[in-house]
DNA sequence: ATGGCATGACAATCATGA
């Protein structure tokens, strides 16, 4: 039996505009088959998307002026016609574009923004807590449709205190809210799992550093992007690394981007 | 110290991020 490896992959570029050349630059390194962003920050007729074919890459996108906005990238040589685009999150009422899924390769593909909750006593974080329930009512109905489906994204949630760089200061504090990990643990229940957390990883892995004091430099940062498999594909995962090398950059993304590789039978 | 830095809309500051 023949393999062909899928490698997948998330990355917040916050502002695609200005990431763009970041973005093309990756791409081209590490030659990902299917890219979910977030943090475009485009509307749709703004989207780059003659850039990104020239690079050997199919777009898919649901964006609004200014703010969030979300993409998926196809690489051509490497998959087939995507299906079934869904651009909103159903089940909920809400003008902001945070979720993005569609099937390739018979794999679905989930891509989120989730809402951040600026803090755990404003109306940002019980915003927050709709839209993550409204992700896992959604996410069942999926979940029994597609044996083999990837949720990637930003998820504003660091799941456990080895996700903080100083989890004293961090508890009960918003990304870290009892709720919100409670929230993480019921996507781990409805059958998907950590894909980092399948492999051995270095101490102190992030995906996101403050752009304040010297935090990247001084490891200071939190584990929040995260790419959740169901079990199926769980089986074939054979690695899941964060590229950190993208947030030493000039003018780089404060979020890195995390890849995983499935070895999906053909 | 409610800031520090970055982005976008807008035209001097303000909303938002995490």
Known sequence: MTDRPLRIATWNVNSLRVRLAHLLRWLAERSPDAVCLQETKLTDEQFPVAE????????????QKTYNGVAILLREERCGPEEDIVRELPGLEDPQRRLLALTVEGTRIVCGYFPNGQSVDSEKYQYKLRWLAALSAWLQ??????????????YNIAPADEDVHDPAL????VLCSVPER????????AGLEDAFRLFPQPERSYTWWDYRNLAFRRKMGLRIDHILLTHALARSCTGCTIDVGMRRLEQPSDHAPVVAELALPS
């Open 170 to 173: 961090w508890k009960d504090q």
């Open 52 to 63: 990104i074919a020239a690079a050997g890459y199919r777009s898919v996108y649901s964006g």
């Open 182 to 189: 409670e929230a993480f643990a019921r996507l781990l229940g």
């Open 141 to 154: 109905g999926e979940l029994a449709r597609h044996p083999r489906l990837a949720l990637l994204g930003d």
